[in-house]
C-alpha cells in the first residue's frame, strides 16, 4: 500500500472512530467512549508521521472539514453530559441536605422541599 493510500486511509479510519464516538455519546455509553478516547490517542500518535506526497488538497479537504466538524460536535456533547451531570448532582445535593417528610417533636407533619431536576416554583 503506499503512502498516499495509507494517509488518506488513516485520516477515513479516525473520522469512522470519531463517528463511533458521537454515536457513543449520545447513547451515554462510557465505556465505549474511554475506549475510543484510547483510539483517538493512538491516532494522534500517528497523525504527524503521516506524509501527503502524491496527494491533491481535494483528495484531503473533505475528510480532514469532516473530522474537524465531529471533533466539534464530540466537544460539544462532552460539555452537555458534564453539565446535565453537575445538574443531577446539585438537585441531588439540594434535596439530602432538605431532609424529607417527618414528624416534628410536638407531633406536627413536617414536610420539605423534595429534590426536583426543574424547578416549579412561581
Known amino acids: ?14 473520522k469512522s ?7 457513543a455519546l449520545i447513547k451515554n455509553d462510557s465505556a465505549k467512549v474511554k475506549a475510543l478516547v484510547e483510539k483517538k ?10 506524509t501527503t506526497d ?3 488538497k481535494e ?5 480532514v ?17 458534564i453539565n446535565y451531570q453537575e445538574m443531577v448532582m446539585e438537585a441531588i ?3 439530602v441536605n432538605k431532609g424529607g417528610s417527618t414528624y416534628s417533636k410536638r407531633g406536627d407533619y413536617s414536610s420539605a422541599q423534595q429534590a ?7
Open 65 to 81: 472539514e469532516d473530522i474537524k466538524n465531529l471533533q466539534q460536535t464530540n466537544l460539544i456533547l462532552t460539555k452537555q453530559a
Open 17 to 23: 472512530v470519531l463517528l463511533d464516538e458521537k454515536d
Open 41 to 50: 490517542q493512538a491516532f494522534l500518535d500517528r497523525l504527524p508521521t503521516l
Open 93 to 95: 445535593t439540594k434535596g
Open 54 to 56: 502524491g496527494l491533491k
Open 1 to 14: 500500500m503506499s503512502k498516499k493510500a495509507t494517509a488518506l486511509d488513516t485520516l477515513t479510519q479516525f
Open 116 to 122: 426536583n431536576l426543574i424547578d416549579q416554583s412561581l
Open 59 to 63: 483528495d484531503l479537504t473533505g475528510v
